[in-house]
């Protein structure tokens, strides 16, 4: 069965995927099974989206409760479940209002116009230009690639959208020199992600949030895999005593639910009036009360402060790692968004961890990524630094 199912995966799938060869059928909290009956601790939470882990009851029942109720109307309508939502992101964040749709990229595709029509509202036809970072990553639609910051993600799709320029994550004198009258927006991730779990060096994100104060410009986030406790903040940003004017969210927001959200300031969300922007599924009951249990369930189990302090933990273990091994570098993160930067290939290492029961990635070639499920253990995190130590 399991080789039948890899087959015709192969077949039938767009082969946009290099898959690990295994089919996965079952998931409790931190663990996974495979269709034959081998266990995983999963450390990659479906890349930082599975929080509470797999299969929460409190999910569960919220998804069966609504379906039996309500799952679709369309926005031309009110419903419960979003507007339950929308106060709870409100209610924890800078942010006053709250757009729902499927993904991250679509999240990002809201931001993007968002940005350019309040300058263009304003008659600032020629300010339409938004910064983003070299290394960055904000999605697969043409709107998000086009802020995506690497040729090789952007390659063979060429021309993309105009109006973006990237400059060096961490350099501040490169962004004040790049923001002028045709800038709107800047626009980054608080811990570049796919980038290779690059954290912002002391003062940056301040540094950021000044320039564009000054600038008169719009400050985007995007935290759709920073979010949601995965730092050990709600959000990444509040590291930095900061908050941007436009954020983005997705992974963790739904544990796997697929939803995204653009949450902005009044001043900015203004912009976006009736027909200015939409989506068929966006905050459709059914997955708003899903993720409405999975936010509530990150609070009552106090699981932004357990990331944060599984995470030094985590750390520690890495660090100490590196201290054994001369092929393990350096260790880069917050809370548990981790990468172990190798001096080799690090798919190899994938691969055979994987074959010992453990799910990890490994990013940019070199960077072993763990973004584990905000309930992973100590004695999880050990049986892992174990794993790994006899690997290398
Ligand atoms: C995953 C990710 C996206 C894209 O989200 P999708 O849901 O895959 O469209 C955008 N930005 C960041 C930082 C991400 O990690």
Redesign the pocket.
């Known amino acids: 069965m399991t080789t039948t199912i890899i087959q015709k995966t192969d077949e039938l799938l767009a082969s946009t995927y290099p898959r690990l060869p295994v089919v996965f059928e079952r998931g409790r909290g931190t663990m996974l099974w495979d269709t034959e009956g081998r266990r995983y601790t999963d450390f990659l939470a479906g890349?930082?989206v599975c929080g509470l882990g797999h299969s929460h009851p409190a999910v569960q029942q919220a998804l069966a409760a609504q379906a039996g109720r309500l799952v679709h109307v369309c926005n031309l309508y009110y419903t419960i479940p979003q507007v339950e939502l929308a106060d709870w992101l409100v209610g924890h964040s800078f942010a006053d209002r709250v757009f729902f749709c499927?993904?991250?990229?679509?999240?990002?595709e809201a931001a993007i116009k968002l940005a350019r029509k309040v300058y263009q509202d304003r008659g600032e036809k020629d300010r339409f230009r938004i910064i983003a970072m070299e290394q960055?990553?904000?999605?697969?639609?043409m709107g998000?690639l086009s802020a995506t910051g690497q040729d090789k993600i952007k390659q063979g799709f060429y021309p993309v959208l105009e109006g973006f320029d990237f400059v060096p994550f961490n350099d501040i004198a490169a962004l004040r020199a790049a923001i002028d009258d045709t800038v709107c927006a800047v626009m980054l991730?608080p811990i570049?992600?796919?980038g290779g779990v690059v954290c912002p060096s002391a003062d940056y994100l301040q540094e950021v949030r000044r320039l564009c104060d000054k600038a008169g410009i719009l400050m985007i986030l995007?935290?759709?895999?920073?979010g949601m406790g995965r730092t050990g903040r709600l959000f990444a940003h509040e590291h930095s005593g900061i908050a941007p004017d436009i954020m983005?969210l997705?992974?963790a927001l739904g544990n796997g639910l697929?939803i995204?959200a653009m949450l902005a300031r009044e001043e900015a969300a203004g912009a976006f009036g009736a027909g200015a922007h939409g989506t068929t599924f966006g905050g459709t009951p059914l997955i708003a009360a899903g993720a409405l249990a999975v936010v509530q369930t990150i609070e009552q189990e106090g699981l932004v402060a357990r990331a944060a302090e599984t995470g030094a933990y985590f750390i520690g273990q890495l660090e100490a790692l590196c201290e054994r091994h001369a092929a393990a570098e350096a260790v880069r993160g917050q809370g548990l968004l981790l990468g172990l930067e190798l001096n080799r290939e690090g798919a190899p290492i994938v691969d055979r961890c994987l074959e010992r029961g453990f799910v990890i990635n490994c990013i940019q070639g070199n960077v072993l990524r763990f973004a584990p499920p905000l309930i992973i253990g100590a004695h999880e995190i050990d049986a892992l630094i174990e794993c790994l130590d006899a690997i290398l």
Do not use: L, V, W, Y
């Open positions: 890349i930082a499927n993904s991250g990229a679509e999240a990002n960055s990553f904000h999605g697969r639609t998000s991730e570049q992600g796919e995007d935290e759709i895999q920073t983005t997705a992974k697929p995204g």
